[in-house]
């Protein structure tokens, strides 16, 4: 049907076009980050570089403090990942699958931490973190992090837990085993999915977390990369070169994590709610 | 096995360690929040009580209206823009005789994974007024158009917004598609031999069948709009001069700039109370009669 194939063209073009914005500024990005100023600027705006400046990367490393960034993004979001886990798999099960009678109150009290802009509680944090003396310290930013991310990270693992059998516990308990074993030889290895969806929102979630850390951290020895990266307009912005360089390095984590666990990022966005209703 | 599913000390191990970190660290200070917005203080001095005198101020601030009318700006703009790119993208790939579905799902959720540190660096050289793309591109193509995109009073929050846009569409895309995609086949094939076209068929079977997709996207879309602070700090630092300000603006400016941490608290309590009032709004015009996807 000739009118049929001309309607898809046409939504292949529209569809296509919307790719092209979302993405030519990204090919821009890796473009320009191997040109040099007068190439950028003048000579070759849009194009494939004519002579790659790989050197941009090594200036990028060298004298734009990116490995420490690198470092500072890495530990904080390793132990933000860790912390919430150990916090939030407990924590889910026990609201989930025991029996207590505040169980719902407390399932709704966390599940406030999704819905309360960070930003409310960033006054009294950062006069807490004083206090506790770990300001510009990685706690300051961890502990935050973990506290806010319980939320998402219980609601995942809940949903997880309500569909397995309860067969599985009762034949553990006969078994002679503790809560505490179940939970862990049983009902922890069937949780997998879950957790990998959970973690790698957390972890996109830390990794490039901007407005807490700018306001707790100011100490360039541990800024994580969002807040280094912003640092730069004021002292190097004519060298675009090197700091697309910056870019490009502080986003190949990101994508390749998005790349590999697309699936997981898939089923944690329509998690609780958004299919359900 | 109640038994051991109701033993308190098992409870109590499995709850306590969240609960005391969320309580301290997220509870607690959102009730400092509201606490301390009815004082004045330095933030190091003795806090003196002063009722609602920093809300007195607020109405009367034209920082504050000029904040709160950006993050409205802001809210509308998510809503009309992303919003329905989504959709339309989501009807268009929900189209069988579509290919590389894949590939264009993809590309446009791959901004949303990026930082928004590198977002903004990216668009601020896209902006730049003489080397940047855009006007460069509006040059190849013989306009005059050139601006100072980012420099313009009246223009700077629209630029900004659409920052957020372009990240963010790709967000909302994937949770309406997800979401259509979870509607059970036999409604579309009874539909389709029914003889209805794909344009009807989307407008009013899958449409409606995504009510409370679209109550969360919307309420993702204001909310997000509210709470903006990351694109305007990155690219603008709320200007030129205040006119890219927003709420969560002036509360860091007030607090930790100026000193005056009770008036901040004032204005992050409006800025709770501005998302609590659109997530109970928008939650009537999506009431879900149910009962299909279930």
């Given at each position: 049907m000739k009118s049929g194939k001309i309607k898809i063209s046409i939504l292949t073009v529209l569809l296509g076009i919307v790719a092209v914005i979302d993405l030519y500024p990204l090919v821009y990005l890796i473009f320009y980050s191997l040109k040099s100023n007068e190439e950028i600027f003048y000579i070759n705006p849009f194009g494939i570089p004519q002579n790659p400046l790989f050197s941009n990367y090594e200036i990028a490393v060298e004298s734009f403090n990116m490995l420490n960034?690198?470092?500072?993004?890495?530990?904080?979001?390793?132990?933000?990942?860790?912390?919430?886990?150990?916090?939030?798999?407990?924590?889910?099960?026990?609201?989930?699958?025991?029996?207590?009678?505040?169980?719902?109150?407390?399932?709704?009290?966390?599940?406030?931490?999704?819905?309360?802009?960070?930003?409310?509680?960033?006054?009294?944090?950062?006069?807490?973190?004083?206090?506790?003396?770990i300001s510009n310290t990685y706690f300051a930013l961890i502990i935050p992090y973990t506290a806010f991310n319980l939320a998402f990270a219980s609601m995942v693992l809940q949903t997880s837990f309500e569909s397995i059998p309860k067969e599985m516990e009762e034949s553990a308990f006969m078994d002679g085993a503790s809560v505490f074993t179940a939970f862990r030889k049983i009902i922890l290895p069937l949780t997998k999915p879950a957790v990998a969806t959970a973690v790698t929102f957390i972890f996109l979630n830390v990794w490039n977390e901007y407005t807490v850390a700018s306001v707790f951290i100011s100490n360039e020895k541990v800024k994580t990369l969002p807040i280094g990266l912003a640092a730069f307009t004021g002292q190097h912005s004519t060298e675009w070169g090197p700091m697309g360089a910056c870019l490009v390095l502080a986003s190949i984590p990101t994508i390749v994590i998005y790349l590999i666990f697309s699936e997981q990022i898939e089923r944690g966005m329509t998690v609780g709610g958004a299919v359900k209703g | 096995m109640n038994k051991m599913l109701g033993d308190k000390k098992a409870i109590f191990l499995f709850t306590f360690p969240a609960l005391a970190l969320f309580t301290v660290f997220v509870f607690y200070p959102i009730m400092q929040t509201f606490y301390r917005s009815f004082y004045e203080w330095d933030g190091i001095n003795e806090a003196v009580f002063s009722g609602l005198d920093n809300y007195r101020e607020l109405f009367t601030d034209p920082l504050f209206y000029q904040s709160v009318a950006n993050c409205l700006i802001f809210a509308v703009i998510l809503v009309l823009f992303q919003i329905s790119a989504a959709t339309l993208l989501t009807f268009a790939l929900l189209n069988p005789r579509i290919k590389g579905k894949k590939f264009f799902r993809t590309a446009y959720f791959i901004p949303v994974v990026l930082s928004v540190t590198v977002v903004c660096q990216l668009w601020s050289a896209i902006?730049?007024?003489?080397?940047?793309?855009?006007?460069?591109?509006?040059?190849?193509?013989?306009?005059?158009?050139?601006?100072?995109?980012?420099?313009?009073?009246?223009?700077?929050?629209?630029?900004?917004?659409?920052?957020?846009?372009?990240?963010y569409t790709g967000y909302q895309f994937t949770i309406i598609y997800s979401g259509a995609r979870a509607i059970p086949e036999d409604y579309l094939e009874a539909a389709r031999?029914?003889?209805?076209?794909?344009?009807?068929?989307?407008?009013?079977?899958?449409?409606?069948?995504?009510?409370?997709?679209?109550?969360?996207c919307f309420v993702f879309a204001v909310t997000g709009g509210?709470?903006?602070?990351?694109?305007?700090?990155?690219l603008t630092k709320g200007g030129p001069g205040t006119s890219t300000y927003t709420l969560t603006y002036m509360t860091f400016r007030n607090a930790f700039t100026v000193g005056k941490f009770?008036?901040?608290?004032?204005?992050?309590?409006?800025?709770?109370?501005?998302?609590?009032?659109?997530t109970v709004i928008l939650n009537r015009p999506f009431k879900d009669r149910d009962g299909i996807m279930a």
């Open positions: 960034y690198f470092k500072n993004s890495i530990i904080v979001s390793a132990a933000a990942i860790i912390f919430v886990m150990l916090l939030a798999l407990p924590f889910a099960y026990a609201t989930t699958r025991m029996k207590w009678k505040l169980k719902g109150v407390m399932s709704v009290y966390v599940a406030i931490g999704l819905f309360i802009p960070i930003q409310v509680t960033i006054i009294p944090l950062a006069i807490l973190m004083k206090q506790l003396q | 902006y730049n007024p003489e080397f940047g793309l855009i006007n460069q591109v509006l040059e190849a193509l013989g306009s005059d158009l050139h601006q100072n995109w980012l420099s313009d009073m009246h223009f700077a929050i629209f630029a900004v917004t659409f920052v957020n846009v372009w990240q031999i029914d003889g209805c076209t794909n344009w009807k068929m989307n407008l009013h079977i899958v449409l409606p069948l995504l009510k409370s997709t679209f109550r969360m509210l709470n903006a602070y990351a694109q305007m700090n990155l009770g008036y901040g608290c004032a204005s992050a309590v409006m800025l709770v109370i501005l998302c609590l009032a659109a």
